[in-house]
């Protein structure tokens, strides 16, 4: 996977953490000798984020020696990314780089759990996160989840037509709805109309209406099994969505109803990965 960051965002991260030097290494006049830093998981894994590390580390100075590849897994105490150069550019560089590779591998790593739980139980069932990242993360975040085999719900509001009970605030209800679906149909024919519903006599409506994907909030399983066999039966080229709740706990569950998209903000929530560092002094091995 490609770095998503451009020199200049990876250069802000940069200023963020160190605005003016590295007070430390400059105090210890450790600053010019030549080291090595690598970095390993201490866990199995779905790494991310070592595109945007091996950056951060070259525009502090340093030379990436190898990386792993975002998306791939690793075992316990596998090499994740080694980097040469001076003490102060691989200070500079360590806390950066690690925050991006553990968060956005925390993030990977949950997502392929889902995954590969719903895959177990349904191959053909799509795991899609929503936006509902921590703000300003969110372009990390999705090459996470990318990274763990999802893709994304929608990246943004302008993007994707997908209506909800409060938009029927505005409209005036239900029946107001399926009066503008056609004229909404033939204006947007490029784009793909969807709806959340929270009961069976709203999906039926909108079902009828003509609508695209219908997502289901927080229905249980078992209202969602006989339903959704009978909506497809019906209406075959309709898309069904499961959203709310979906869990490593309940995801199997989901996947055994048939629904096409098991829509979740899980992968976001949670404990980083753990990630190693270890630190060489190139001289002092050298001269040994």
Same mark, same amino acid.
């Given at each position: 996977?490609?770095?998503?960051?451009?020199?200049?965002?990876?250069?802000?991260?940069?200023?963020?953490?160190?605005?003016?030097?590295?007070?430390?290494?400059? @105090?210890? !006049?450790? !600053?010019?000798?030549?080291?090595?830093?690598?970095?390993?998981?201490?866990?199995?894994?779905?790494?991310?984020?070592?595109?945007?590390?091996?950056?951060?580390?070259?525009?502090?100075?340093?030379?990436?020696?190898?990386?792993?590849?975002?998306? #791939?897994?690793?075992?316990?105490?596998?090499?994740?990314?080694?980097?040469?150069?001076?003490?102060?550019?691989?200070?500079?560089? $360590?806390?950066?780089?690690?925050?991006?590779?553990? *968060?956005?591998? @925390?993030?990977?790593?949950?997502?392929?759990?889902?995954?590969?739980?719903?895959?177990?139980?349904?191959?053909?069932?799509?795991?899609?996160?929503?936006?509902?990242?921590?703000?300003?993360?969110?372009?990390?975040?999705?090459?996470?989840?990318?990274?763990?085999?999802?893709?994304?719900?929608?990246?943004?509001?302008?993007?994707?037509?997908?209506?909800?009970?409060?938009?029927?605030? *505005? #409209?005036?209800?239900?029946?107001?709805?399926?009066?503008?679906?056609?004229?909404?149909?033939?204006?947007?024919?490029?784009?793909?109309?969807?709806?959340?519903?929270?009961?069976?006599?709203?999906? $039926?409506?909108?079902?009828?209406? @003509?609508?695209?994907?219908?997502?289901?909030?927080?229905?249980?399983?078992?209202?969602?099994?006989?339903?959704?066999?009978?909506?497809?039966?019906? *209406?075959?080229?309709?898309?069904?969505?499961?959203?709310?709740?979906?869990?490593?706990?309940?995801?199997?569950?989901?996947?055994?109803? @048939?629904?096409?998209?098991?829509?979740?903000?899980?992968? *976001?929530? !949670?404990?980083?990965?753990?990630?190693?560092?270890?630190?060489?002094?190139?001289?002092?091995?050298?001269?040994?």
């Amino acid at each position: 996977m490609k770095n998503i960051f451009s020199d200049a965002a990876i250069t802000q991260l940069i200023e963020e953490d160190v605005p003016y030097f590295d007070l430390t290494t400059f @105090g210890l !006049g450790i !600053g010019k000798q030549q080291g090595a830093i690598e970095f390993y998981s201490r866990h199995p894994m779905v790494v991310c984020a070592t595109e945007e590390s091996a950056r951060v580390f070259e525009l502090c100075g340093a030379k990436v020696q190898n990386h792993v590849e975002s998306g #791939l897994k690793v075992e316990n105490e596998e090499l994740i990314l080694k980097a040469t150069g001076s003490a102060e550019a691989l200070h500079i560089a $360590w806390r950066i780089a690690l925050n991006l590779m553990e *968060y956005a591998s @925390g993030i990977a790593s949950r997502t392929n759990s889902l995954v590969t739980a719903a895959h177990e139980i349904d191959p053909s069932v799509a795991i899609v996160c929503t936006r509902k990242a921590f703000p300003s993360t969110r372009k990390l975040s999705m090459k996470a989840i990318l990274a763990g085999g999802a893709v994304p719900h929608r990246l943004g509001l302008s993007e994707t037509i997908l209506i909800f009970k409060e938009h029927l605030t *505005y #409209l005036g209800g239900m029946s107001e709805l399926l009066k503008h679906l056609p004229e909404l149909k033939h204006r947007f024919q490029e784009s793909k109309i969807g709806m959340e519903v929270e009961t069976e006599m709203e999906a $039926w409506a909108i079902a009828e209406a @003509g609508v695209d994907i219908i997502q289901f909030d927080k229905v249980a399983c078992a209202d969602l099994k006989t339903l959704v066999t009978d909506l497809k039966h019906k *209406y075959p080229n309709i898309k069904l969505a499961a959203a709310g709740g979906i869990n490593p706990d309940n995801i199997r569950d989901y996947a055994s109803t @048939g629904i096409d998209l098991l829509v979740t903000s899980y992968p *976001y929530f !949670g404990r980083p990965a753990d990630i190693g560092v270890k630190m060489f002094n190139l001289e002092l091995s050298s001269v040994s």
